[in-house]
């Protein structure tokens, strides 16, 4: 029995913040504006793999190679801008801010049968390949827009699922003719099978 696995995990964070002040100048009078982002984000992957090798007898060997990948982010991003008469009065000023979290799990993992007889390089392989994926997100849109006049908010938010499964089986047999010939055959098949699921909700308030 021989056993490899390995074990793996990332993660990068980043935060950015900027702000600035800029004046502008028309025929007859000027104006300011105050912008400012926060831009934060985070990542997270786990990583295993692990490979299982059996002589189940000298002349047969099953062989397994499981692997899961975990992933999740999340990132929040917000941007003000404010803008000011020549009296540096705010007469407009915008929030925007745009916020997104997904996660996801995924495998791709084998098992293979090998059988070998009396005969030199005679051999039957049997070989079965799982796919695997689900995956979710959700992401929200949120303004706020104030003036002299009024206020308003819109607010939106969107949210998306989708998973897969794909199975493969092969069947391979191997007759050698000659030193010089070799018969193979194979069979093989495809099984899969998916799914999404979106939604989107708008809410707009004055």
């Not at 990068?12 to 900027?18: C, T, V």
């Not at 982002?37 to 000298?58: A, E, F, G, P, Y």
């Given at each position: 029995?021989?056993?490899?696995?390995?074990?793996?995990?990332?993660?990068?964070?980043?935060?950015?913040?900027?702000s600035?002040?800029?004046?502008?100048?028309?025929?007859?009078?000027?104006?300011?504006?105050?912008?400012s982002?926060?831009?934060?984000?985070?990542?997270?992957?786990?990583?295993?793999?692990?490979?299982?090798?059996?002589?189940?007898?000298?002349l047969?060997?099953?062989?397994?190679?499981?692997?899961?990948?975990?992933?999740?982010?999340?990132?929040?991003?917000?941007?003000?801008?404010?803008?000011?008469?020549?009296?540096?009065?705010?007469?407009?000023?915008?929030?925007?801010?745009?916020?997104?979290?997904?996660?996801?799990?995924?495998?791709?993992?084998?098992?293979?049968?090998?059988?070998?007889?009396?005969?030199?390089?005679?051999?039957?392989?049997?070989?079965?390949?799982?796919?695997?994926?689900?995956?979710?997100?959700?992401?929200?849109?949120k303004?706020?827009?104030?003036?002299?006049?009024?206020?308003?908010?819109?607010?939106?938010r969107?949210?998306?699922?989708?998973?897969?499964?794909?199975?493969?089986?092969?069947?391979?047999?191997?007759?050698?003719?000659?030193?010089?010939?070799?018969?193979t055959?194979?069979?093989?098949?495809?099984?899969?099978?998916?799914?999404?699921?979106?939604?989107?909700?708008?809410?707009?308030?004055?």
């Open positions: 029995v021989k056993l490899g696995l390995n074990y793996s995990y990332y993660e990068s964070e980043l935060q950015a913040n900027s600035s002040q800029s004046q502008y100048f028309l025929a007859d009078s000027s104006y300011y504006t105050k912008d982002t926060n831009n934060q984000s985070l990542s997270s992957s786990h990583r295993l793999n692990m490979t299982l090798t059996v002589d189940i007898d000298s047969t060997k099953l062989e397994l190679k499981p692997n899961l990948h975990i992933d999740a982010g999340d990132q929040n991003n917000t941007a003000i801008n404010d803008f000011r008469d020549n009296s540096f009065n705010s007469y407009l000023l915008t929030n925007v801010n745009n916020n997104y979290s997904s996660k996801g799990t995924s495998s791709r993992s084998e098992a293979t049968l090998r059988r070998k007889f009396g005969k030199p390089d005679r051999e039957l392989e049997a070989k079965y390949i799982l796919n695997y994926n689900d995956n979710s997100s959700t992401g929200g849109l303004t706020n827009t104030s003036n002299q006049f009024l206020d308003t908010v819109i607010d939106q969107k949210t998306n699922g989708n998973n897969s499964a794909t199975h493969y089986t092969t069947l391979t047999y191997s007759e050698p003719l000659s030193k010089s010939w070799m018969l055959t194979e069979y093989f098949i495809e099984l899969g099978t998916s799914g999404q699921n979106r939604n989107t909700y708008n809410q707009d308030l004055l």
